[in-house]
């Protein structure tokens, strides 16, 4: 079992910054990668960026790249996410993932974490 947690949402106008943390707990040893996801009301799911957990690769949905920086610390087995030049459509539920095999669904999920931004 994986355990995630989610911080760092939060209220800001359009084109401040914030940062995501999710800290991993329990088998982390068992974690390939991460990944961030959002939902914004009335919308599904979307990706929104990965990261490998031992090589650090990253990869972006175009929507956010550019602009988000996902990071790791293996040592506190925590990720974040710098946002950056936020949009007020950013606005959503962010979610991290944890993915226990490549090309495989995200095994593990935080609660979410609210990111509103205003115009």
């Known amino acids: 079992q994986v355990q995630l947690v989610e911080s760092g949402g939060g209220l800001v106008q359009a084109g401040g910054s914030l940062r995501l943390s999710c800290a991993a707990s329990g088998r982390t040893f068992s974690i390939y990668a991460m990944g961030w996801f959002r939902q914004a009301p009335g919308k599904e799911r979307e990706f929104v960026a990965v990261?490998?957990?031992?090589?650090?690769?990253?990869y972006y949905a175009d929507s956010v790249k550019g602009r988000f920086t996902f990071s790791r610390d293996n040592a506190k087995n925590t990720v974040y996410l710098q946002m950056n030049s936020l949009k007020p459509e950013d606005t959503a539920v962010y979610y991290c993932?944890?993915?226990?095999?490549?090309?495989?669904?995200?095994?593990?999920w935080g609660q979410g974490t609210q990111v509103t931004v205003s115009s």
């Open positions: 990261i490998t957990w031992s090589g650090g690769n990253t």
């Open positions: 993932a944890a993915q226990l095999r490549p090309g495989h669904v995200y095994d593990y």
